[in-house]
């Protein structure tokens, strides 16, 4: 009798494990079947891709609120120009790209890229340029009226290597000096008299002198802040040939530059928020807004921070000079779109490029964004007040160098090296060991 | 449950000759010229009548998973860490060499004993980390359990209490540990300036002096709490004559635990350790959420730098060399554990 009982559960239980193994063989063939039908809609979206009805997939890093907002409107144009195309919205969240970089790669590796994918133009484009994965759309794309439209400086960073490969939608300036209107004007500093990033330091020494605001703001928990502040003190201190003349890896050929520069920030560092090491830009900002600091460097993105804060004004309350010693000089950031090869939609992701590289495109992303069209054709109304000026300032500028901090100036490799460098100078700022570390980085 | 299985497993030993064994004989008997066929489907008979057959359906489907994903990955990973993979091409696997590796050892060994790049850091502060939180774990750990352990009031209260920060995601710890470090508004330097140890106050997450020290100090808080609930069950699993044993021959209450308790708590110590070296090694979600990629030097550990390498500027080959070292490093870790628990018989 007990037997029996064992003998059945026995059977029972080789039964299930039998059913398990046969259903492991089936989740193992299925994996394979995926495989081969993964191969199958490349196939099949080739030839929809000819016949009309198209899917665009767009992977971006737009996720934060106005960015959020800029790229929706800047999909709603493209789906009300090019009805037959339908928009997957495909966000990989992360701060400047850091998990899309590993969304893409994989991707890319795996045979099965997106339609197109947001990316730093410039430099940035070189770990897909040497595996040669991006579409030349010189041709398609960047047609004669598209190129009288963009500047120079921009342009050249579509293509890095020659070929146009990308399409910046966006402008960001990053050489700003912000301030709080209030906190300057009661240290009797001001910022339009000074011509040098050693002026600032002075200024600095006369604000904590005469007021009990911290003098700048800042933030040393990841090192892009450091080095971008660090660009613009080189720019400012020894011109831009001078600094792109570094960005060609010649930083040797320019030492007694770079360590001024270098020393000019361990400076800066006395004047910073104590509490620069712990907490995020947007963070450190509020004490900007709240009348706590005076000054802060940063991208233009920083002023749709001073946009949404309450009773607090361009003009009245906050203002901006270019960095000092980069008047002139428009510090580019800026994003772009690209076509990678295998594309899934040949078709769609070109005229999504069109349109980005269109007035109508640009005209409804960049207001939302707080960004400047690339194009100087746009028209002005939809831009507030602060962006006019930026975008007369930018018509107007001599040179539109492209930054390290912001992946256009230098490639991956570099930037992480530099970054490294950054990292450790951020609380050390120790220039000897930063300057070898630069020398070495290229 | 281990013994059970292994008294079922007696069983079926027991009941499988039985029922083989006739079937034997039969075989035997009846055919013993028409030879060939029948001998192989009686062996086949044999075979799937075998203990071993029978067993099949029970672990071979589990090894085929474990060994496809878990050990057919890090053999992939080990092979392309001997490429010299790098960028959005497919790997090639003609010339393989250790190459990678020796990159990393010259770089590690490049500045000398107390300086270096990156790989210096990375691997320095790695063991740092391994070493002096795990024991930091471990020490808090076993004084909560013979605090707790001591029949004190609500003591199920405090046991929640110590063991919740572990159920936290390192996401929310590192987001609140970052608050509690800041230097201006953040409660560690408050407290001290409002007990009068200001001078004590320190940029704790920015000076790379004390860098790695606070992240250790908020790991050791997130895990403290599993070290003392293992304590806690090995306390429990001494008889109580022991400390009334102790108590009769006069021994202080220091001597009793030092003398006759810790040392029977090493079982529970070489688990606890063992886990918390895990988590060690996996300090990277804790790192990243307060720093981002690049926690500096003096905070850099190796799995950081297997990301960077990897995602940042796609030198697979590198990253992955660099996965296989921390892979060798957690095998150490549990290699002496693994052969400690089989030379007992335990497993």
Redesign the interface.
């Known amino acids: 009798m007990t037997?029996d009982t064992?003998l059945t559960r026995?059977r029972y239980?080789?039964g299930t494990?039998?059913a398990?193994?046969a259903l492991?063989m089936a989740g193992c063939l299925g994996g394979g079947g995926d495989g081969d039908s993964d191969g199958g809609t490349t196939d099949t979206d080739g030839t929809t891709s000819s016949s009309g009805g198209q899917e665009l997939e767009i992977v971006h890093w737009w996720t934060a609120g106005g960015e959020a907002d800029a790229l929706e409107a800047l999909v709603e144009g493209f789906e009300e120009e090019y009805p037959e195309v339908t928009v997957t919205n495909n966000a990989a969240p992360g701060g400047a790209g850091?998990a899309l970089?590993?969304e893409i790669?994989s991707r890319?590796?795996n045979n099965n890229p997106p339609s197109t994918f947001q990316i730093w133009p410039g430099e940035s484009l070189n770990?897909?340029l040497?595996?040669d994965?991006l579409v030349d759309i010189g041709e398609s794309v960047w047609d004669q009226e598209m190129r009288d439209a963009y500047l120079d400086g921009v342009k050249q960073l579509s293509q890095p290597d020659g070929d146009f490969v990308a399409v910046p939608l966006n402008i960001h300036r990053l050489n700003n000096l912000f301030y709080n209107v209030d906190v300057v004007e009661s240290a009797g500093v001001d910022p339009s008299s000074l011509s040098s990033p050693a002026d600032v330091l002075s200024a600095m020494e006369t604000i904590r002198a005469e007021t009990d605001a911290t003098p700048m703001i800042h933030q040393?928990?990841?090192?892009w802040s450091s080095i971008q502040l660090w660009e613009d003190i080189l720019v400012g201190s020894a011109g831009v040939d001078v600094y792109q003349d570094v960005l060609a890896g010649n930083v040797a050929a320019n030492e007694q530059a770079v360590r001024d520069a270098l020393q000019t920030l361990a400076d800066y560092s006395d004047y910073f928020?104590?509490?620069?090491?712990?907490?995020a830009w947007d963070q450190a900002n509020n004490e900007v807004i709240q009348g706590n600091a005076a000054f802060l460097h940063q991208g233009d993105w920083a002023a749709g921070q001073y946009k949404t804060a309450e009773d607090f004004d361009y003009g009245d309350d906050w203002d901006y000079v270019p960095f000092p010693g980069t008047d002139g000089i428009y510090h580019v950031v800026t994003d772009s779109f690209v076509m990678p090869t295998s594309n899934p939609s040949p078709e769609a992701t070109e005229k999504w490029l069109s349109y980005c590289g269109s007035v109508d495109g640009q005209e409804r992303f960049n207001p939302i964004k707080g960004s400047i069209p690339p194009r100087t054709d746009v028209p002005d109304e939809e831009f507030g007040p602060f962006l006019t000026e930026q975008r007369e300032d930018f018509n107007d500028s001599s040179a539109q160098p492209p930054t390290i901090a912001h992946g256009t100036g230098v490639t991956?490799?570099v930037k992480?090296n530099i970054?490294?460098v950054f990292?450790?100078f951020?609380?050390?700022w120790n220039v000897d060991n930063a300057y070898n570390g630069l020398t070495n980085a290229f | 449950m281990r013994s059970r299985i292994l008294r079922v497993l007696g069983?079926?030993d027991e009941?499988d000759p039985e029922t083989a064994e006739p079937d034997v004989r039969t075989d035997g008997g009846t055919t013993s010229d028409a030879a060939a066929a029948s001998g192989e489907t009686s062996r086949l008979g044999q075979w799937l009548d075998s203990e071993f057959a029978?067993s099949?359906?029970?672990w071979?489907?589990a090894t085929?998973?474990v060994g496809l994903f878990v050990y057919g990955a890090i053999g992939w990973n080990f092979l392309i860490s001997l490429t010299d993979w790098q960028?959005?091409?497919?790997p090639t696997y003609e010339s393989l060499d250790f190459e990678m590796y020796t990159r990393f050892f010259d770089s590690v060994f490049a500045g000398g004993l107390l300086s270096g790049p990156?790989e210096y850091w990375a691997l320095r502060n790695t063991f740092v980390l391994l070493v002096v939180f795990t024991v930091a774990a471990l020490a808090v750990g076993l004084l909560l359990a013979i605090l707790v352990d001591r029949d004190i009031r609500f003591e199920n209260t405090f046991r929640t209490i110590y063991l919740l920060p572990m159920s936290l995601s390192f996401v929310v710890t590192a987001i609140f540990w970052?608050?509690m470090?800041?230097?201006?508004?953040?409660l560690i330097n408050q407290t001290l300036g409002a007990v009068g140890l200001g001078s004590l106050a320190q940029?704790?997450?920015?000076?790379?002096q004390y860098k790695l020290f606070a992240v250790m100090f908020a790991l050791v808080w997130q895990f403290s709490g599993y070290a003392m609930v293992v304590y806690l069950a090995g306390l429990r699993a001494i008889p109580s004559d022991q400390y009334e044993a102790a108590k009769v021959d006069g021994a202080s209450l220091l001597k009793m635990y030092w003398r006759v308790i810790v040392p029977q708590l090493r079982a529970s110590t070489t688990s606890a350790a063992v886990v918390l070296m895990v988590f060690a090694l996996k300090a990277f979600d804790f790192l990243y959420v307060?720093?981002?990629?690049?926690?500096?030097?003096?905070a850099d550990i190796l799995a950081m730098m297997m990301y960077?390498e990897s995602?940042?500027?796609?030198n697979w080959a590198y990253g992955s060399a660099i996965a296989m070292i921390l892979f060798a490093l957690a095998l150490g870790v549990i290699a002496p554990y693994l052969y400690l628990q089989f030379k007992r018989g335990e497993l």
Do not use: C, H
């Open positions: 037997s064992n026995r239980l080789q494990g039998a398990g193994a492991t850091s970089d590993t790669q890319i590796l770990t897909y040497e595996s994965v040393t928990q990841a090192p928020n104590e509490d620069a090491g712990s907490v991956p490799e992480s970054e490294g990292s450790s951020n609380g050390s | 069983a079926s009941d029978k099949l359906p029970f071979l489907p085929l998973l960028g959005l091409r497919q990156q970052a608050w470090y800041n230097p201006e508004s953040g940029q704790w997450i920015s000076d790379p307060m720093f981002g990629t690049r926690p500096g030097p003096s960077r995602f940042g500027t796609t």
